[in-house]
Protein backbone atom coordinates (compact mmCIF):
# COMPACT_ATOMS: atom_id res chain seq x y z
CA UNK A 1 0.00 0.00 0.00
CA UNK A 2 0.90 3.35 -0.84
CA UNK A 3 2.62 5.32 2.16
CA UNK A 4 0.06 7.84 3.71
CA UNK A 5 1.93 10.55 4.57
CA UNK A 6 -0.15 13.68 3.33
CA UNK A 7 1.64 16.60 1.26
CA UNK A 8 1.16 18.66 3.97
CA UNK A 9 2.57 16.84 6.48
CA UNK A 10 5.52 16.99 4.36
CA UNK A 11 5.53 20.52 4.87
CA UNK A 12 5.09 20.32 8.49
CA UNK A 13 8.46 18.25 8.69
CA UNK A 14 10.42 20.80 7.59
CA UNK A 15 9.09 23.54 10.13
CA UNK A 16 12.60 25.46 10.97
CA UNK A 17 14.95 24.16 8.07
CA UNK A 18 14.93 26.28 4.64
CA UNK A 19 13.02 25.77 2.08
CA UNK A 20 12.76 26.72 -1.75
CA UNK A 21 9.19 28.36 -2.76
CA UNK A 22 8.79 28.56 -6.63
CA UNK A 23 5.68 30.73 -7.66
CA UNK A 24 3.54 30.59 -10.57
CA UNK A 25 5.47 33.64 -12.23
CA UNK A 26 9.11 33.89 -12.65
CA UNK A 27 9.08 34.99 -8.95
CA UNK A 28 11.04 32.54 -6.55
CA UNK A 29 11.61 32.56 -2.48
CA UNK A 30 14.10 30.84 -0.18
CA UNK A 31 13.98 31.28 3.21
CA UNK A 32 13.39 29.56 6.84
CA UNK A 33 10.46 28.18 7.23
CA UNK A 34 8.79 29.01 10.68
CA UNK A 35 5.01 27.90 9.92
CA UNK A 36 2.40 27.87 7.33
CA UNK A 37 -2.06 27.64 7.10
CA UNK A 38 -4.05 24.85 5.36
CA UNK A 39 -3.63 27.52 2.38
CA UNK A 40 -0.03 27.05 2.34
CA UNK A 41 0.21 30.91 3.42
CA UNK A 42 3.97 30.72 4.34
CA UNK A 43 5.83 32.19 6.96
CA UNK A 44 8.99 32.56 6.53
CA UNK A 45 12.72 33.98 7.79
CA UNK A 46 15.73 34.91 6.85
CA UNK A 47 14.38 35.14 3.10
CA UNK A 48 15.87 35.91 -0.45
CA UNK A 49 13.39 36.44 -3.10
CA UNK A 50 14.53 36.33 -6.43
CA UNK A 51 12.65 37.27 -9.48
CA UNK A 52 13.86 36.78 -12.99
CA UNK A 53 13.87 39.52 -15.28
CA UNK A 54 15.04 39.38 -19.26
CA UNK A 55 18.02 41.98 -17.62
CA UNK A 56 18.85 38.92 -15.10
CA UNK A 57 18.24 37.79 -11.55
CA UNK A 58 16.73 40.28 -9.51
CA UNK A 59 17.67 39.46 -5.54
CA UNK A 60 16.39 40.90 -2.44
CA UNK A 61 16.66 40.40 1.37
CA UNK A 62 13.94 40.23 3.73
CA UNK A 63 13.44 39.99 6.98
CA UNK A 64 10.23 37.63 8.51
CA UNK A 65 7.72 37.58 5.65
CA UNK A 66 4.22 36.33 5.01
CA UNK A 67 3.79 35.05 1.76
CA UNK A 68 0.43 34.60 0.22
CA UNK A 69 0.07 31.11 -0.75
CA UNK A 70 -2.47 32.24 -3.85
CA UNK A 71 0.58 32.38 -6.43
CA UNK A 72 2.63 29.34 -5.13
CA UNK A 73 3.57 26.39 -7.34
CA UNK A 74 5.95 24.07 -6.06
CA UNK A 75 8.20 24.23 -2.91
CA UNK A 76 11.61 22.11 -2.39
CA UNK A 77 12.03 20.99 1.15
CA UNK A 78 15.56 21.53 2.61
CA UNK A 79 17.07 23.30 -0.47
CA UNK A 80 18.98 26.97 -0.49
CA UNK A 81 17.33 27.48 -3.68
CA UNK A 82 18.69 28.63 -7.18
CA UNK A 83 22.03 29.14 -5.78
CA UNK A 84 22.68 25.80 -4.39
CA UNK B 1 -6.69 43.28 18.54
CA UNK B 2 -6.52 46.33 20.09
CA UNK B 3 -7.77 49.30 17.71
CA UNK B 4 -5.24 51.61 17.05
CA UNK B 5 -5.37 55.49 17.64
CA UNK B 6 -7.60 55.57 14.27
CA UNK B 7 -9.56 53.78 15.51
CA UNK B 8 -9.42 50.79 13.08
CA UNK B 9 -10.12 47.26 13.84
CA UNK B 10 -10.91 45.56 10.32
CA UNK B 11 -9.50 47.28 6.68
CA UNK B 12 -13.14 47.57 5.73
CA UNK B 13 -13.43 49.84 9.11
CA UNK B 14 -10.89 52.59 6.54
CA UNK B 15 -13.71 52.85 3.54
CA UNK B 16 -16.68 52.76 5.96
CA UNK B 17 -14.89 55.90 7.81
CA UNK B 18 -14.49 57.41 3.92
CA UNK B 19 -18.56 57.39 2.67
CA UNK B 20 -19.54 60.45 1.40
CA UNK B 21 -16.11 61.49 0.76
CA UNK B 22 -13.64 62.01 -2.01
CA UNK B 23 -11.11 58.72 -2.65
CA UNK B 24 -8.23 57.80 -4.63
CA UNK B 25 -9.17 54.15 -6.39
CA UNK B 26 -6.26 52.24 -8.00
CA UNK B 27 -7.77 49.69 -10.82
CA UNK B 28 -6.00 46.81 -12.26
CA UNK B 29 -4.78 47.99 -16.05
CA UNK B 30 -3.25 51.31 -14.79
CA UNK B 31 -6.56 53.22 -14.27
CA UNK B 32 -7.15 55.49 -11.13
CA UNK B 33 -9.87 57.24 -10.32
CA UNK B 34 -10.45 59.81 -7.65
CA UNK B 35 -14.31 60.25 -7.09
CA UNK B 36 -16.84 60.46 -4.05
CA UNK B 37 -17.62 57.17 -2.15
CA UNK B 38 -21.20 56.51 -2.10
CA UNK B 39 -21.44 52.80 -1.50
CA UNK B 40 -18.97 49.43 -1.56
CA UNK B 41 -19.76 45.96 -0.32
CA UNK B 42 -17.77 43.37 1.07
CA UNK B 43 -16.14 42.45 -2.87
CA UNK B 44 -15.08 46.14 -2.84
CA UNK B 45 -18.11 47.07 -5.51
CA UNK B 46 -17.89 50.73 -5.41
CA UNK B 47 -20.22 53.32 -6.08
CA UNK B 48 -18.72 56.37 -7.15
CA UNK B 49 -20.00 59.87 -8.45
CA UNK B 50 -18.44 62.87 -9.52
CA UNK B 51 -15.37 60.62 -11.00
CA UNK B 52 -12.05 61.32 -12.97
CA UNK B 53 -10.84 58.54 -14.34
CA UNK B 54 -6.62 58.42 -15.40
CA UNK B 55 -5.91 56.17 -17.44
CA UNK B 56 -2.10 55.52 -18.23
CA UNK B 57 -1.16 54.38 -21.75
CA UNK B 58 1.75 52.55 -22.02
CA UNK B 59 3.56 53.26 -25.31
CA UNK B 60 3.80 50.18 -27.49
CA UNK B 61 7.84 50.67 -28.18
CA UNK B 62 8.69 48.16 -26.79
CA UNK B 63 12.65 48.69 -24.38
CA UNK B 64 11.20 52.38 -22.95
CA UNK B 65 12.09 51.89 -19.25
CA UNK B 66 9.45 53.81 -17.17
CA UNK B 67 7.99 57.21 -17.81
CA UNK B 68 7.13 58.21 -21.42
CA UNK B 69 3.72 56.90 -20.91
CA UNK B 70 0.53 58.85 -22.20
CA UNK B 71 -2.77 59.50 -19.43
CA UNK B 72 -6.05 59.82 -20.77
CA UNK B 73 -8.56 61.37 -18.79
CA UNK B 74 -12.48 61.39 -18.66
CA UNK B 75 -15.47 62.13 -16.35
CA UNK B 76 -18.28 60.51 -15.43
CA UNK B 77 -21.00 61.47 -13.10
CA UNK B 78 -21.79 57.98 -11.84
CA UNK B 79 -19.91 54.78 -11.60
CA UNK B 80 -19.82 51.14 -10.40
CA UNK B 81 -16.50 49.62 -9.76
CA UNK B 82 -16.72 46.30 -9.98
CA UNK B 83 -14.33 44.68 -6.92
CA UNK B 84 -12.10 42.20 -8.35
CA UNK B 85 -9.99 45.23 -10.31
CA UNK B 86 -9.62 47.19 -7.04
CA UNK B 87 -6.15 47.14 -6.52
CA UNK B 88 -6.10 50.29 -3.54
CA UNK B 89 -8.48 52.83 -2.00
CA UNK B 90 -6.88 55.31 -0.23
CA UNK B 91 -9.40 58.17 1.97
CA UNK B 92 -8.93 61.79 2.14
CA UNK B 93 -5.90 62.54 4.57
CA UNK B 94 -7.94 63.06 8.04
CA UNK B 95 -5.61 65.13 10.29
CA UNK C 1 -9.87 38.91 14.08
CA UNK C 2 -11.96 36.66 11.54
CA UNK C 3 -8.43 34.01 10.69
CA UNK C 4 -9.46 31.60 8.51
CA UNK C 5 -7.76 28.23 9.80
CA UNK C 6 -6.73 25.83 12.28
CA UNK C 7 -2.84 25.13 12.27
CA UNK C 8 -1.87 22.25 10.23
CA UNK C 9 -2.66 18.58 11.92
CA UNK C 10 -0.33 17.54 14.42
CA UNK C 11 0.01 13.98 14.02
CA UNK C 12 1.60 13.45 17.28
CA UNK C 13 5.05 12.32 16.12
CA UNK C 14 6.31 15.92 16.60
CA UNK C 15 6.21 18.53 19.74
CA UNK C 16 4.48 21.20 18.62
CA UNK C 17 6.85 24.55 18.30
CA UNK C 18 7.18 26.44 20.98
CA UNK C 19 4.69 28.88 21.45
CA UNK C 20 7.32 32.02 22.07
CA UNK C 21 8.66 31.34 18.55
CA UNK C 22 5.93 32.57 15.98
CA UNK C 23 5.23 30.36 13.46
CA UNK C 24 2.08 30.69 11.98
CA UNK C 25 0.72 32.82 9.66
CA UNK C 26 -1.49 33.98 12.32
CA UNK C 27 0.97 34.51 15.10
CA UNK C 28 3.16 36.70 12.34
CA UNK C 29 0.51 38.94 11.84
CA UNK C 30 -0.17 39.65 15.15
CA UNK C 31 3.08 40.05 15.72
CA UNK C 32 3.40 42.81 12.84
CA UNK C 33 0.34 44.95 13.40
CA UNK C 34 1.55 48.47 14.33
CA UNK C 35 4.66 47.35 12.41
CA UNK C 36 6.23 49.03 9.68
CA UNK C 37 6.06 45.93 6.67
CA UNK C 38 6.44 46.09 3.10
CA UNK C 39 3.44 44.85 0.85
CA UNK C 40 4.72 43.79 -2.33
CA UNK C 41 1.75 42.49 -4.74
CA UNK C 42 2.04 40.24 -7.59
CA UNK C 43 2.38 43.15 -9.87
CA UNK C 44 5.23 43.70 -8.12
CA UNK C 45 4.77 47.13 -6.83
CA UNK C 46 5.42 47.79 -2.94
CA UNK C 47 3.59 49.38 -0.75
CA UNK C 48 5.89 50.62 2.77
CA UNK C 49 3.86 51.80 5.62
CA UNK C 50 2.44 51.15 8.96
CA UNK C 51 0.18 47.86 9.16
CA UNK C 52 -2.87 49.47 10.79
CA UNK C 53 -5.25 46.15 10.69
CA UNK C 54 -5.63 43.03 8.22
CA UNK C 55 -8.83 40.28 8.03
CA UNK C 56 -9.02 36.74 6.47
CA UNK C 57 -8.66 37.67 3.03
CA UNK C 58 -5.35 39.41 3.70
CA UNK C 59 -7.02 42.98 2.93
CA UNK C 60 -5.05 45.70 4.43
CA UNK C 61 -5.47 48.79 5.93
CA UNK C 62 -1.85 50.56 5.88
CA UNK C 63 -0.99 54.20 7.32
CA UNK C 64 1.67 56.69 6.41
CA UNK C 65 1.90 54.33 2.96
CA UNK C 66 4.56 55.06 0.43
CA UNK C 67 4.11 53.85 -3.16
CA UNK C 68 7.40 52.30 -4.64
CA UNK C 69 7.35 51.10 -8.00
CA UNK C 70 11.33 50.22 -9.64
CA UNK C 71 12.33 51.58 -6.10
CA UNK C 72 10.92 55.08 -6.95
CA UNK C 73 8.56 56.38 -4.81
CA UNK C 74 5.51 57.20 -6.65
CA UNK C 75 2.80 58.19 -4.61
CA UNK C 76 1.99 58.62 -0.69
CA UNK C 77 -1.17 57.97 1.04
CA UNK C 78 -2.13 59.03 4.59
CA UNK C 79 -4.37 55.63 4.71
CA UNK C 80 -4.24 52.97 2.44
CA UNK C 81 -6.99 49.77 2.05
CA UNK C 82 -5.04 47.34 -0.54
CA UNK C 83 -7.32 44.63 -1.32
CA UNK C 84 -6.04 41.19 -0.83
CA UNK C 85 -6.21 39.60 -3.70
CA UNK C 86 -3.38 41.51 -5.24
CA UNK C 87 -0.39 40.82 -2.20
CA UNK C 88 1.81 38.44 -2.68
CA UNK C 89 3.74 39.05 0.79
CA UNK C 90 4.15 40.93 3.47
CA UNK C 91 7.38 41.74 5.33
CA UNK C 92 8.38 43.15 8.44
CA UNK C 93 9.90 46.18 7.30
CA UNK C 94 12.02 46.16 11.25
CA UNK C 95 13.21 42.94 12.72
CA UNK C 96 10.88 41.35 14.68
Redesign the interface.
Known amino acids: MASQILPLELIDRCIGSRIWVIMKNDREFTGTLLGFDDFVNMVLEDVTEYETTPQGIKQAKLNQTLLNGNNICMLIPGSSGPDS | MDPSSTGIQEPFDLIRLSLSERVFVKLRGDRELSGVLHAYDGHMNLILSDVEETVMIVDAVDGTLEGQGTVAKRKMEMLFVRGDGVILVSPPSRM | ?2 E ?8 GS ?1 PP ?1 PPS ?10 G ?3 KRV ?1 VR ?4 VD ?1 RGVL ?4 GY ?4 L ?1 Q ?1 EEHV ?1 GMVTNR ?7 G ?12
Open positions: MDQTPPPPDHTPVSGSPTDFLKVVGILTSGYSCLDMNIAETNYGDAFIRNNVLYISAAESL
